[in-house]
Nanobody, 119 residues
Framework: QVLLVESGGGLVQAGGSLRLSCAAS????????MEWYRQAPGKQRELVAS????????DYADSVKGRFTISRDNAKNTVYLQMNSLKPEDTAVYYC????????????WGQGTQVTVSS
């Protein structure tokens, strides 16, 4: 089992910054990658960024490239999402997700953290 606890959301003006954190505990060895998703009202949940736990390979949605940075601290089992130059369209609930290693099947999510960007 993997437990994911997010923090760091809030209200910020357009152009501002926020940093989200996701602390993982439990079967850490089973995680292949950590991902940040977001879901705005009336929209589908979308993948924002991901980072592999071993090689630190990152990937981003086109809508956040150049503005968001995902990073990890393996010693703390924590993944961060630094969000700069925030836009009103970034407003959503942000969720942390653990992608399991090959051969392992599970679907663990954090509780979500609200990010609201005012214009």
């Amino acid at each position: 089992q993997v437990l994911l606890v997010e923090s760091g959301g809030g209200l910020v003006q357009a152009g501002g910054s926020l940093r989200l954190s996701c602390a993982a505990s439990g079967s850490i060895f089973s995680i292949n990658a950590m991902e940040w998703y977001r879901q705005a009202p009336g929209k589908q949940r979308e993948l924002v960024a991901s980072i592999t736990t071993s090689g630190g390979i990152t990937d981003y949605a086109d809508s956040v490239k150049g503005r968001f940075t995902i990073s990890r601290d393996n010693a703390k089992n924590t993944v961060y999402l630094q969000m700069n130059s925030l836009k009103p369209e970034d407003t959503a609930v942000y969720y942390c997700h653990a992608e399991p290693r090959l051969g392992i099947v599970y679907d663990y999510w954090g509780q979500g953290t609200q990010v609201t960007v005012s214009s």
